[in-house]
């Protein structure tokens, strides 16, 4: 039988927990954040990326793929709020990698999903984890509009606000399967996603699915954390 001294760190243990929880939680800004100072991630030149002259075009502003490779950056991130911009044209498909143990294996990372509409992957929509979290509510914009995502990564936990809403805030040690989400569906992600890294590059999908169709991105800025 437990002494109710006992009995009160137990329950004195479990509030500091969720408070941390929270705390942890709490990084993720609940609104598009003003960017003003925040570094960019690619620069101008691409001379801080992953990739060969002439598989992406960056001009006046804005990024867009000339094929399917992906853009890597050069530099790993660990905890941060990455925010940016995109615009779709008809049957666009790509997406946002963070935390890459692979930059050869697109299943090494998680990929915040970009796409004109929803292919044939669970959970290919966009605003998903690509295969492992779907959005709560649509938030996407027409073909040919631009669309905003705030993303962040705070230890465990990835958020993201998409067109001003708030459509997911996950704790990824809740994924404890190897192809398996935590509700029950099916995900093609050989290692259980807890056991991801919580390092590594970020990268923008390339031309990618049957149409090849492009997409642009723009305003790519990102606040480091602690």
Same mark, same amino acid.
Request: contains cysteine; proline residues 4%.
């Given at each position: 039988?437990?002494?109710?001294?006992?009995?009160?760190?137990?329950?004195?243990?479990?509030?500091?927990?969720?408070?941390?929880? $929270?705390?942890?939680?709490?990084? =993720? /800004?609940?609104?598009?954040?003003?960017?003003?100072?925040?570094?960019?991630?690619? #620069?101008?030149?691409?001379?801080?990326?992953?990739?060969?002259?002439? !598989?992406?075009?960056?001009?006046?502003?804005?990024?867009?793929?000339?094929?399917?490779?992906?853009?890597?950056?050069?530099?790993?991130? %660990?905890?941060? @709020?990455?925010?940016?911009?995109?615009?779709? %044209?008809?049957?666009?498909?790509?997406?946002?990698? @963070?935390?890459?143990?692979? @930059?050869?294996?697109?299943?090494? %990372?998680?990929?915040?999903?970009?796409?004109?509409?929803?292919?044939?992957?669970?959970?290919?929509?966009?605003? $998903?984890?690509?295969?492992?979290? /779907? /959005?709560?509510? $649509?938030? =996407?914009? /027409?073909?040919?509009?631009? &669309?905003?995502?705030? @993303?962040?990564?705070?230890?465990?936990?990835? %958020?993201?606000?998409?067109?001003?809403?708030?459509?997911?805030?996950? !704790?990824?040690?809740?994924?404890?399967?190897?192809?398996?989400?935590?509700?029950? #569906?099916? &995900?093609?992600?050989?290692?259980?996603?807890?056991?991801?890294?919580? &390092?590594?590059?970020?990268?923008?999908?390339?031309?990618?699915?049957? =149409?090849? =169709?492009?997409?642009?991105?723009?305003?790519?800025?990102?606040?480091?954390?602690?």
């Amino acid at each position: 039988m437990k002494t109710p001294f006992a009995l009160l760190r137990r329950s004195l243990l479990v509030v500091a927990g969720l408070s941390l929880s $929270a705390l942890t939680l709490s990084a =993720a /800004p609940k609104a598009h954040p003003v960017t003003t100072g925040w570094s960019e991630v690619f #620069t101008s030149d691409l001379s801080n990326a992953v990739t060969t002259s002439g !598989d992406w075009n960056f001009a006046q502003g804005v990024l867009v793929a000339n094929n399917k490779q992906t853009l890597w950056t050069k530099k790993s991130y %660990a905890n941060f @709020i990455l925010d940016l911009e995109f615009k779709v %044209a008809k049957e666009s498909n790509s997406g946002v990698f @963070i935390h890459s143990s692979n @930059i050869k294996d697109v299943l090494a %990372a998680l990929e915040i999903q970009v796409h004109e509409n929803q292919d044939g992957a669970l959970y290919g929509m966009v605003g $998903a984890i690509y295969n492992a979290q /779907p /959005p709560s509510k $649509a938030m =996407a914009k /027409p073909v040919g509009e631009w &669309n905003h995502y705030t @993303i962040t990564c705070q230890d465990s936990h990835v %958020a993201l606000i998409f067109n001003g809403e708030e459509v997911f805030n996950v !704790d990824l040690n809740t994924w404890t399967e190897a192809n398996k989400n935590p509700d029950g #569906t099916k &995900n093609k992600f050989a290692k259980a996603l807890k056991d991801y890294g919580r &390092n590594g590059p970020i990268g923008l999908q390339g031309l990618h699915g049957k =149409a090849q =169709a492009p997409v642009w991105y723009r305003n790519i800025r990102i606040k480091e954390l602690p």
